[in-house]
């Protein structure tokens, strides 16, 4: 039997090992902490759930659902309240709803005449051909404008990558607006003509996909495949290093009593962080470079859950959450209404709120000890939600290098990937470094890598 070595047990492993195993091939999975799920994380305390990473998974590819009706946990699947659907953006610190329709757009006191007059006539900018690498920023301001980058995308940024939009690639970062452009000559036009061949590909733009977590959290998900894994997953055992041996590769092992160790497998599939690529000893019959992998940007971001008594916030909180535009000068990134999303994410007559800080906009906020952050968040949800009581449950999580910045140039470290796979046969590179950073990309790259890796192994 063909087996196959899996380094990372973060959704992306979890996910090819699953699929790879039910194909027949003997797969092991290498994590170096003690727990799977890598950023998911639910913890149940005192009646209220801490998501500690991303709240939600967005349906946007059929691979997803099918993930979990292939794990059993449809039963357990939550969609969210119908009634949750407003998304808020901070408009002189008070959360304003973003328009869900056109004429809702239009009166809409989020964006002045001019920032709206600016995406009427979108579809008149001429599209940009000469081949130059844009920032986010810079693609924004030339198809709209300033405004609408500093109210809107600005914000978007952050809720997404943490990130910099003058430092993100519209190429890498978000490659189907550039594709729009590309193959419609405007986002709107893309958005119009475009959404017949979304359907037959069976994909839904993020800002359509439907939102999902389970009865007890994301955490239910990683937790299962590990279950169905049946023992395959070795946790505290960190890959140190990676040899090619003629048609296989051994591995280089030590667990957490510093024991070293050698097995072998005949691919090897890396879906760890770009970071720790970086420090990997690979020996291959051709030189290998991987040590730029450590240029990738990733900055800091904290994850600060409150629990309050509804009567302790004057606004009601239905909805999504809310995203902060940096010009707000604020210093949270936003906040995600979790228990409307949500039934059982707080006791009855309370709420919990989900709050970010950090990022690339003040990385040194997220570096801020528990107690601090915690004061940070509530003066700004006083500030924004009026909150006016003290939270009665509190939950901080610290991610020191969070979300990996696909920022202008990014190419060249796909680039690389596909060279290194190139020059070591058996070896593959999946994950949030590569394939997108949301909780559905890491899934289906999951699914994508395994079945390459299964068409190698035949």
């Known amino acids: 039997m063909k087996s196959a070595a899996i380094v990372g047990a973060g959704i992306t492993g979890l996910t090819a090992a699953f699929y790879l195993k039910r194909s027949g091939i003997d797969v092991t999975v290498y994590e170096a902490g003690p727990r799977a799920g890598g950023v998911i994380q639910s913890v149940r305390r005192e009646g209220f759930l801490a998501e500690c990473g991303p709240n939600t998974i967005l349906e946007t590819s059929p691979k997803i659902a099918q993930l979990v009706r292939d794990a059993g946990l449809e039963q357990r699947k939550l969609n969210p309240d119908p009634k949750a659907g407003a998304r808020f953006l901070s408009r002189n610190r008070k959360p304003l709803a973003m328009p869900g329709s056109p004429p809702g757009f239009l009166t809409t006191p989020l964006?002045?005449?001019?920032?709206?007059?600016?995406?009427?006539?979108?579809?008149?900018?001429?599209?940009?051909?000469?081949?130059?690498?844009?920032?986010?920023?810079?693609?924004?301001?030339?198809?709209?404008?300033?405004?609408?980058?500093?109210?809107?995308?600005?914000?978007?940024?952050?809720?997404?990558?943490?990130?910099?939009?003058?430092?993100?690639?519209?190429?890498?970062?978000?490659?189907?607006?550039?594709?729009?452009?590309?193959?419609?000559?405007?986002?709107?036009?893309?958005?119009?003509f475009g959404a017949r061949e979304r359907k037959k590909r069976g994909e839904i733009?993020?800002?359509?996909?439907?939102?999902?977590?389970?009865?007890?959290?994301?955490?239910?998900?990683?937790?299962?495949?590990?279950?169905?894994?049946?023992?395959?997953?070795?946790?505290?055992?960190?890959v140190t290093g990676l040899t090619q041996t003629g048609p296989g590769w051994t591995l280089d092992l030590l667990d957490a009593n510093g024991i070293a160790s050698r097995t072998e497998h005949d691919a090897v599939i890396y879906a760890g962080t770009a970071y720790k690529l970086a420090e990997l000893k690979i020996t291959a019959g051709q030189p290998l470079d991987i040590g730029s992998f450590s240029e990738i940007r990733h900055p800091p971001v904290a994850s600060v859950v409150l629990g309050f008594r509804r009567e302790d916030v004057t606004h009601p909180c239905q909805g999504f959450g809310m995203l902060i535009p940096g010009i707000e000068g604020l210093k949270t990134?936003?906040?995600?209404?979790?228990?409307?999303?949500?039934?059982?994410?707080?006791?009855?007559?309370?709420?919990?709120?989900?709050?970010?800080?950090?990022?690339?906009?003040?990385?040194?906020?997220?570096?801020?000890?528990?107690?601090?952050?915690?004061?940070?968040?509530?003066?700004?949800?006083?500030?924004?939600?009026g909150v006016h009581g003290k939270p009665v449950f509190s939950h901080t999580a610290f991610y020191p290098r969070a979300i990996p910045q696909y920022n202008v140039g990014y190419g060249k470290y796909r680039e690389l990937m596909d060279g290194l796979e190139s020059k070591a046969p058996g070896l593959f590179f999946a994950g949030h470094y590569r394939d997108g950073v949301s909780l559905g990309d890491s899934i289906v790259s999951g699914c994508k890598i395994a079945e390459r890796v299964g068409f190698s192994l035949r």
């Open 333 to 385: 990134l936003g906040t995600i209404f979790s228990s409307s999303l949500f039934p059982n994410r707080a006791p009855a007559g309370h709420l919990t709120l989900t709050t970010y800080v950090g990022g690339e906009r003040q990385p040194d906020l997220a570096l801020l000890p528990p107690d601090r952050l915690i004061d940070l968040v509530l003066e700004d949800l006083r500030q924004v939600f």
């Open 111 to 192: 964006f002045s005449f001019g920032a709206k007059l600016a995406v009427l006539r979108e579809m008149f900018v001429p599209p940009r051909r000469d081949g130059v690498e844009e920032s986010i920023a810079e693609f924004v301001v030339r198809r709209f404008n300033r405004e609408f980058l500093d109210r809107a995308i600005d914000a978007l940024v952050a809720g997404v990558y943490a990130g910099d939009p003058w430092k993100l690639s519209v190429k890498h970062a978000f490659p189907k607006l550039k594709a729009l452009e590309d193959n419609y000559g405007s986002m709107i036009k893309g958005q119009i």
């Open 205 to 238: 733009a993020k800002d359509r996909a439907p939102k999902f977590s389970f009865d007890e959290g994301l955490q239910v998900l990683p937790d299962t495949l590990c279950s169905l894994l049946e023992g395959a997953v070795k946790f505290n055992t960190a």
